[in-house]
């Protein structure tokens, strides 16, 4: 059936990158495979059906240099300057200028996917449009193990697919040797890119902090958190808590980088900090957004800490990444253990005062604050927002109704735009 496709080679800068073609639509698709596999066997069935007769689409599967059809391209599993997977998208947008194509749609699978991104950002006049997957855009020791458990290709499940190409078993496991160090590679470039508030607000430090942005944007680990984490944190209850003295802590850092205005983001117990120093220092907050934000204790509350204390039932990848920052295991473990022993404490110690932690302070904040919350939230609950609302004077509640805890991450965009606007209409 491979027959009716077309085979052709396109030089780019001296290289002969193989490319398979099928249907003669308007509508150019470009497919990128993942790594070392062959893009015609990998999206022979999209070839098939989007490039089928009658079709308004022709499709082009591309071998970035050095993998399937394109094996005898010389390729360099960079990290810098430039990733590998950067170079395999400016090779691909030459060769579908090289095919006569200035715009095109972009499919990408696995590393492809990361291509097809580099793509689309490098060329947005040229994408029209992307669909990835399967694609790994983060690393952590979790992929560096399943990269190495896989490093011995006789384990693959297709791999008399790939030694066809690639011309013997040798050929193949030199070529994924290089790929799957390459892995190990990226991952030690990137570890000090890793951590809680980069990576919790990494959406907001790009959006915000985007070039010809007005704004600049400040993630800060508190004590004892994050990159900050050789600083002792005492999870105090009395006689101030510890979420009232990262506030005093976050203001003075902002003093130290020179800012004396500024508007604050506070989400999970970030949000009670937001609420304190937007209180302690009016003069200086702006404007605040709070969201996942725990203002009483219950029982409830208390249920969902000791359901979430043993780090092992968490996400693997939002685990593995707490592990790479604090070190291992035991001492993301120990960190939490500390912070759901505290979240008890703060049970009993409030339970004659409704549970409550910060209704006095919430009652003298200014600024103009945006409540958002996630309705699928069960860490902080719909009534959690609702109370910051019916309690912060110059507040609006906002739901997103497909959102929960991570709504700045997962609704990223939506996020974004919604805080953006607040601040222009409310503020600026």
């Known amino acids: 059936m491979e027959q009716k496709f077309r085979k052709t080679d396109v030089s780019v800068n001296g290289i002969n990158l193989h490319c398979i073609i099928n249907g003669s639509g308007p509508e150019p698709i470009l497919c990128i495979s993942g790594a070392a596999t062959p893009s015609d066997w990998a999206f022979h069935s999209q070839l098939e059906y989007f490039g089928r007769s009658g079709s308004e689409y022709t499709v082009i599967a591309f071998d970035p240099r050095g993998y399937g059809h394109s094996k005898l391209a010389p390729r360099t599993f960079s990290i810098t300057p430039e990733h590998h997977t950067k170079i395999d998208a400016r090779d691909a947008h030459q060769v579908m200028e090289s095919l006569g194509y200035d715009k095109y749609f972009v499919l990408g699978w696995c590393d492809g996917g990361i291509t097809a991104i580099y793509l689309a950002a490098l060329f947005p006049d040229a994408v029209k449009g992307v669909v990835l997957w399967g694609s790994r855009v983060h690393y952590t020791e979790y992929e560096v193990e399943l990269a190495e458990s896989i490093r011995d290709v006789r384990k693959f499940q297709y791999a008399r697919v790939f030694v066809l190409v690639y011309g ?11 790929f799957t160090d390459s892995v190990q590679a990226t991952y030690e470039h990137l570890k000090d890119k890793n951590g809680p508030s980069d990576w919790a607000f990494h959406s907001q430090l ?12 400040i993630a800060f680990d508190p004590r004892g958190y994050g990159h900050s984490k ?30 004396d205005k500024y508007f604050v983001l506070g989400w999970c117990d970030g949000g009670i900090s937001a609420i304190y120093l937007a209180a302690l220092f009016p003069d200086a907050v702006k404007g605040l957004v709070v969201w996942g934000s725990r203002v009483r204790y219950t029982e409830y ?6 359901g979430c204390r043993d780090v092992m039932t968490w996400i693997p990848e939002f685990r593995i990444i707490h592990e790479d920052v604090y070190g291992g295991r035991n001492a993301h473990q120990a960190i939490w253990n500390k912070f759901t022993d505290s979240i008890c404490a703060m049970y009993e110690h409030l339970k004659d005062k409704n549970g409550e932690l910060c209704t006095e302070e919430m009652k003298q904040v200014s600024c103009p ?4 919350h996630g309705a699928r939230d069960k860490m902080a609950t719909l009534s959690q927002a609702q109370l910051v609302k019916e309690t912060i004077p110059n507040s609006k509640l906002i739901v997103f109704d497909q959102g929960a805890h991570f709504i700045h991450m997962k609704l990223s965009e939506h996020f974004n735009l919604t805080v953006e606007s607040f601040f222009n209409d409310f503020i600026c």
């Open 206 to 217: 790009e959006y915000f902090g985007r070039s010809g942005s007005e704004y600049t944007v």
């Open 369 to 372: 604050t945006l409540v958002l």
């Open 230 to 259: 050789l600083a002792p944190r005492t999870f105090s209850i009395t006689p101030e808590h510890h979420t009232k003295i990262d506030a005093r802590d976050a203001h003075q850092v902002m003093e130290s980088l020179g800012y």
């Open 301 to 306: 509350e208390v249920e969902i800490a000791e």
């Open 168 to 178: 013997s078993d040798a050929a193949l496991q030199a070529i994924w040797n290089k």
